[in-house]
């Protein structure tokens, strides 16, 4: 069974850095487009950074250089490096995948995607 689970959320003081992980099982994230997602009480879930099958990535626009999605094929693991943070960030972050692949950079948009984690918070203090 498909499953993903994130892990690295927490607390820090703005400015600070996080770094989330997302380990796959139950087959390879080799073939597959993957992505992190982010939620709070007062939006709608929201694409953070996505990357394709074959390595390409694409940042939303209010990450603004300051996150970076990676990946480890042979860890099944996909990454988000979180620097320079903001309150604005905090969040519960999700990590979601699309066994079929996706067009070059991925997918910001939740709907495609059909396997997620159940999230990592991410608490950003001033």
């Known amino acids: 069974q498909d499953q993903l689970v994130e892990s690295g959320g927490g607390s820090v003081q703005a400015g600070g850095s996080l770094r989330l992980s997302c380990v796959a099982s139950?087959?390879?994230?080799?073939?597959?487009?993957m992505g992190w997602f982010r939620q709070s009480p007062t939006k709608e879930r929201e694409g953070v950074a996505s990357?394709?099958?074959?390595?390409?990535?694409r940042r939303a626009d209010f990450v603004e250089g300051r996150f970076t999605i990676s990946r480890d094929v042979a860890k099944n693991t996909l990454y988000l490096q979180m620097n320079s943070l903001k309150p604005e960030d905090t969040a519960m972050y999700y990590c979601?995948?699309?066994?079929?692949?996706?067009?070059?950079?991925?997918?910001?948009?939740?709907?495609?995607?059909?396997?997620w984690g159940q999230g990592t918070q991410v608490t950003v203090s001033s």
């Open positions: 139950g087959s390879t994230i080799r073939s597959d487009c």
């Open positions: 979601a995948a699309l066994r079929a692949g996706c067009s070059r950079g991925g997918i910001l948009t939740p709907s495609p995607y059909t396997i």
């Open positions: 990357v394709d099958q074959s390595g390409y990535t």
